[in-house]
């Protein structure tokens, strides 16, 4: 049986799962900016730290191969648009609740 079959279902799922952690970080992020005291740094601190742990989930994945790289980036662009069609939308001109 070829390795492969298995390894890239399972990159996609760690890309899909890297995507959720970015975009479900956001989304907690920008919910979180009415209540806190310092803004700024709460957008600043909360980009940093999920581009760090997305990037370091993409190069442990992807192993040196661009191929797995191009998977996991596939399964990150889904979990975007799922992430955006299923996370609740705040009204506009409203703060997070």
Same mark, same amino acid.
């Given at each position: 049986?070829?390795?492969?079959?298995?390894? #890239?279902?399972?990159?996609?799922?760690?890309?899909?799962?890297? !995507?959720? %952690?970015?975009? !479900? =970080? #956001?989304? %907690?992020?920008?919910? &979180?900016?009415?209540?806190?005291? +310092?803004?700024?740094?709460?957008?600043?601190?909360?980009?940093?730290?999920?581009?760090?742990?997305?990037?370091? !989930?993409?190069? %442990?994945?992807?192993?040196?191969?661009?191929?797995?790289? &191009?998977? *996991? #980036?596939?399964? %990150?662009?889904?979990?975007?648009?799922? *992430?955006? +069609?299923?996370?609740? +939308? #705040?009204?506009? !001109?409203? =703060? &997070?609740?």
């Amino acid at each position: 049986m070829n390795v492969q079959l298995i390894v #890239l279902p399972l990159i996609l799922l760690a890309g899909f799962g890297l !995507g959720l %952690f970015f975009y !479900g =970080g #956001l989304w %907690f992020t920008v919910r &979180a900016l009415a209540a806190a005291r +310092h803004p700024a740094l709460l957008i600043v601190a909360s980009f940093w730290a999920r581009t760090a742990a997305v990037i370091a !989930g993409f190069l %442990f994945v992807m192993d040196r191969e661009w191929q797995r790289a &191009a998977v *996991c #980036l596939a399964g %990150f662009v889904v979990a975007r648009a799922v *992430c955006t +069609h299923w996370l609740p +939308h #705040l009204p506009a !001109g409203k =703060g &997070a609740a």
